[in-house]
């Protein structure tokens, strides 16, 4: 009975995700035979690959329920692992001066993205989605914050299709940010941390500059994810909905957010033996492929022909100034 209810549903996704993610390794290591070194990482492979199956053959309603148990579940579960491979002394000693920054960088973000929105005519409740979605965290900010301002399906719908898309093409576009500025790689995981829209998008631009990046640039990502609920009470407040709306702890604390900050906390003080950070380091890393794998065939890349001109340009230049900022904080705080 458990079998049929809950996992049987979930078998083709997770097959076809696994399925993706084993290619991704294969070109990789393909990379390494014929190329002498890998210029692009299985992660970022995953996503592309996963981006062509979806929008190539699309994607079968019986595949649904497994690509986002692994986009979810399965990342959720990887960053918690991640957390293992983080100390607090590998972070340096940007400390609250970081953390300062962050919350600068999304609140500024946030008041000019609105304002573009507005200058290019979107209507106030699309211009809130896509500055939401642009500082914060993408679709999940998008799908957090469409309530509480009575945003219309059609904005929800045209703010997420964009916001997809765009954030998977950044993510290829990153390193080459990362080679031209000549960038360290604490420095780059901080750009990262502070401009990719969605969680599993910094692992994937990350990976290349090598493990401190990846660690810094989750990290400040994560701190922009805790932004969400601090952000959305506001937004209730503003509307005249705070009596109205209830922030799940779940959104405003995601569990693997906790998580995350538990396993730093426990390799900062040494409760970690040493002999299991290695396979949980290698989980991590899997699991992560697997997550890319069922990102990128969640993407539907022609969904990007179905949205406005003024979506676009908002967005576009809304991550233009995201970027902006992140080079002003580095030059800052470095």
């Known amino acids: 009975m458990f079998f049929n209810a809950r996992i049987k549903p979930v078998l083709p996704g997770l097959m076809l995700t696994l399925l993706v993610a084993f290619v991704a390794k294969l070109a990789e290591h393909a990379e390494h035979v014929f190329m002498g ?58 400390g609250g001066g970081l953390i300062a920054a962050i919350i600068a960088t999304v609140c500024i973000s946030l008041f000019v993205s609105f304002h573009i929105g507005r200058a290019l005519g979107l209507s106030k409740q ?19 914050t469409a309530p509480v301002i009575s945003a219309k399906s059609d904005d929800v719908a045209a703010s997420i299709a964009f916001t997809a898309v765009l954030g998977v093409l950044f993510v290829f576009a990153l390193p080459l940010v990362h080679v031209a500025l000549g960038l360290s790689p604490a420095q780059y995981g901080i750009f990262s941390g502070l401009t990719v829209y969605a969680v599993p998008q910094v692992l994937a631009a990350t990976a290349p500059a090598g493990a401190l990046a990846v660690q810094v640039g989750t990290l400040v990502k994560l701190i922009r994810v805790l932004m969400l609920g601090p952000v959305i009470f506001t937004l209730a407040l503003i509307g005249g909905r705070a009596r109205e709306t209830k922030l799940p702890i779940a959104q405003v604390v995601p569990w693997f957010i906790i998580g995350f900050i538990v396993m730093m906390a426990f ?24 997550a890319m794998a069922a990102l990128g065939l969640s993407v539907d890349i022609r969904s990007v022909m179905h949205v406005g001109g003024r979506v676009i340009a908002t967005a576009i230049l809304s991550l233009l100034v995201l970027c902006t900022l992140g080079l002003l904080v580095l030059i800052i705080l470095t």
Not at 63 to 91: D, N, R, Y
Not at 126 to 144: D, E, F, K, Q, T
Not at 268 to 287: C, K, N, V, Y
């Open 126 to 144: 699309l211009s809130m989605l896509v500055a939401c979605g642009n500082s914060i965290c993408g679709n999940s900010a998008i799908a957090a």
């Open 267 to 290: 390799r900062s003080f040494g409760i970690l033996p040493d002999i299991a950070l290695a396979p949980m380091r290698t989980a991590s890393s899997f699991l992560t492929i697997l």
């Open 37 to 94: 070194r890998g210029w692009v990482e299985s992660l970022v492979f995953a996503i592309l690959i996963g981006v062509l199956v979806r929008s190539i053959f699309g994607l079968a309603p019986v595949f649904c329920a497994g690509v986002q148990f692994c986009a979810k579940t399965v990342l959720e579960v990887a960053i918690v692992l991640l957390g293992a491979s983080i100390s607090a002394q590998a972070i340096g000693n940007a």
